[in-house]
């Protein structure tokens, strides 16, 4: 036998050995989830399309998602793979980092594509949420959405249903919930398996500490969906509905024409005083609000005056703006001991809290006003709003207010292209509440739909 036949040999010797022992790794992978696992973390029987696991955070979402991949690959039932998380950092951080941990050595990620090679030649691509047009010319047999409530650009989804088209195609969804239209049409659709949950199921293997800290939001809307991971219905009578909020978000604003920083300040510094409202918000170039930036918490004068100067600075506000009736010149005061240079505006004004914040509740209604990001604290606020008993903590809700009223958006009309410009104007409901007028709009509080015609004093906009 020659040298290069010898060395032929060899090298099959040690690919047959490798691929033994990735086979052997593989199997212990697979063999220590199916002990760890609880039973709801395993793939479910049955003819299921969707598996859509609801959970809280903490449960083991991802890693239940990134373990039912590698389970469904081991077993020869997907061979092209999609993962699509919110973001490329999530994507990579979270996502296939889950997916590399769950499979082992037998695959490999190629990161300046998101391209994944598993051992036994199945093909996984990454994709973001923020590429609507990603998946236009795959096609998939699996699909992982990972945070799909979380998404910026929901259509991604029904762009993924187009390319999930080859034999036995499924796919998997884990999430924190969120009351959209979308995650309830998936919901509600018969070839779904829902798996629910909450963090406290997976208590064994989180931080104690973390566990005792949740103890705040116990009780709360944000507590409910977060850590017990329901599926909320919007509240009777609230000015701001959820679906408002998720339906006009955004990845990033227009160009700006305006910017102001808004300020609440506590009353009292000690642990059960309130939070200190702080909210960026912005006027578009196309008349729409966009809400910036939640900087609220407790903290003392200094500590809230300089947050709320380097947000000026970072985001080149026009002015800090405030309340005096909540704080007199004090505000004034501090923000000038921080930063002379910076405009403080004081908004004064004698309506309650709910005539002050009904109109920016109609600007929300009517797609004015977009949120940049997710806003969890200030977004339970709005749609927990209980202002006309003054009920629980508005910090933030009070903030955004005073923001939003500063800049305006009634004064811009924006017209619809070839629509005639429908008018609108506050409509008395004959339960006593008063909301934008449009034809036939149902009433937030009682439901009770408006007239077909409103012929009263108007504002000219569409909205």
């Given at each position: 036998?020659n ?7 060899a090298?099959r010797q040690?690919a ?5 022992l990735s086979?052997?790794l593989?199997?212990?992978r ?5 002990a760890t696992a ?7 029987p049955g003819?299921?399309r969707t598996?859509?696991i609801?959970?809280g955070r ?6 239940t ?7 469904l690959v081991r077993?020869?039932l ?7 998380a919110?973001t ?6 979270v ?6 941990d769950a499979?082992?050595?037998g695959l490999h990620?190629?990161?300046a594509?998101?391209r ?7 093909i996984g ?9 990603g998946?236009?010319?795959y096609?998939?047999?699996l699909v992982w ?14 762009q993924?249903q187009f390319?999930l088209?080859?034999p036995?195609?499924?796919q998997i969804?884990?999430t924190?919930p969120?009351?959209?239209?979308l995650?309830r ?8 398996h829902?798996?629910?949950g909450?963090t406290?199921d997976?208590?064994v293997?989180?931080?104690r500490?973390?566990l005792?800290?949740?103890?705040q ?8 969906q977060e850590?017990?991971?329901e599926?909320?219905d919007e509240?009777?009578?609230g000015?701001w ?6 339906g ?15 300020i609440?300040?506590a009353?009292?510094?000690?642990r059960g ?13 196309d ?5 910036l930036?939640d900087?609220?918490g ?7 005056a ?5 947000a000026?600075?970072?985001?080149g506000?026009?002015?800090?703006v405030?309340e005096p ?7 004034r005061t501090?923000?000038e001991g921080?930063?002379?240079?910076l405009?403080?505006?004081?908004i004064r004004?004698?309506a309650s809290?709910?005539?002050?914040a009904?109109?920016?509740a109609?600007?929300?209604e009517l797609?004015r006003?977009?949120h ?5 604290l200030l977004?339970d ?8 008993h003054?009920?629980g ?6 903030a955004l207010?005073?923001?939003?009223t500063?800049?305006?958006?009634g004064?811009?009309a924006v017209?619809e292209?070839g ?6 104007g506050v409509?008395?409901c ?9 034809p036939?709009r149902?009433?937030?509080?009682c439901g009770t739909?408006?007239a077909a015609?409103?012929d009263?004093?108007?504002n000219r906009s569409?909205?």
């Amino acid at each position: 036998m020659n040298l290069r036949t010898q060395i032929a040999q060899a090298r099959r010797q040690l690919a047959s050995q490798a691929r033994t022992l990735s086979r052997s790794l593989d199997v212990g992978r697979a063999a220590a989830w199916l002990a760890t696992a609880r039973p709801e973390q395993l793939l479910p029987p049955g003819p299921w399309r969707t598996w859509f696991i609801r959970a809280g955070r903490g449960w083991g979402k991802t890693v239940t998602g990134a373990q039912a991949v590698a389970t469904l690959v081991r077993a020869g039932l997907a061979r092209r793979i999609a993962i699509v998380a919110r973001t490329e950092d999530d994507l990579r951080n979270v996502a296939i980092a889950a997916l590399q941990d769950a499979y082992g050595p037998g695959l490999h990620y190629y990161p300046a594509t998101h391209r994944l090679v598993f051992a036994n030649g199945a093909i996984g691509f990454g994709f973001s949420a923020g590429q609507p047009d990603g998946p236009r010319g795959y096609e998939f047999d699996l699909v992982w959405f990972d945070e799909l409530a979380a998404f910026p650009n929901p259509e991604i989804y029904d762009q993924f249903q187009f390319a999930l088209r080859m034999p036995g195609a499924r796919q998997i969804i884990t999430t924190t919930p969120r009351p959209t239209p979308l995650i309830r049409a998936i919901l509600a659709d018969p070839t779904t398996h829902e798996t629910t949950g909450r963090t406290s199921d997976n208590a064994v293997n989180l931080d104690r500490g973390s566990l005792v800290s949740y103890g705040q939001y116990e009780g709360t809307r944000l507590g409910r969906q977060e850590l017990e991971g329901e599926l909320l219905d919007e509240l009777d009578g609230g000015l701001w509905k959820a679906s408002w909020i998720d339906g006009n978000r955004v990845m990033a604003p227009p160009e700006l024409v305006r910017t102001v920083v808004a300020i609440d300040p506590a009353v009292g510094t000690g642990r059960g005083s309130h939070e200190v409202g702080i909210v960026v918000a912005a006027k578009g170039i196309d008349g729409h609000a966009f809400v910036l930036a939640d900087l609220s918490g407790r903290m003392g004068p200094d500590e809230w005056a300089r947050r709320a100067a380097h947000a000026a600075r970072f985001w080149g506000a026009d002015a800090l703006v405030a309340e005096p009736n909540n704080g007199g010149d004090l505000i004034r005061t501090v923000i000038e001991g921080v930063d002379s240079t910076l405009r403080y505006k004081a908004i004064r004004s004698s309506a309650s809290k709910v005539r002050r914040a009904e109109p920016i509740a109609g600007w929300y209604e009517l797609g004015r006003v977009h949120h940049v990001d997710r806003f969890d604290l200030l977004e339970d606020q709005l749609v927990t709003a209980n202002l006309e008993h003054d009920e629980g903590p508005n910090d933030r809700l009070d903030a955004l207010v005073l923001a939003l009223t500063e800049l305006e958006l009634g004064a811009s009309a924006v017209d619809e292209p070839g629509v005639i410009p429908w008018q609108y104007g506050v409509w008395p409901c004959v339960c006593g509440h008063p909301f934008y007028w449009k034809p036939n709009r149902p009433c937030p509080k009682c439901g009770t739909p408006a007239a077909a015609t409103y012929d009263a004093p108007i504002n000219r906009s569409t909205g």
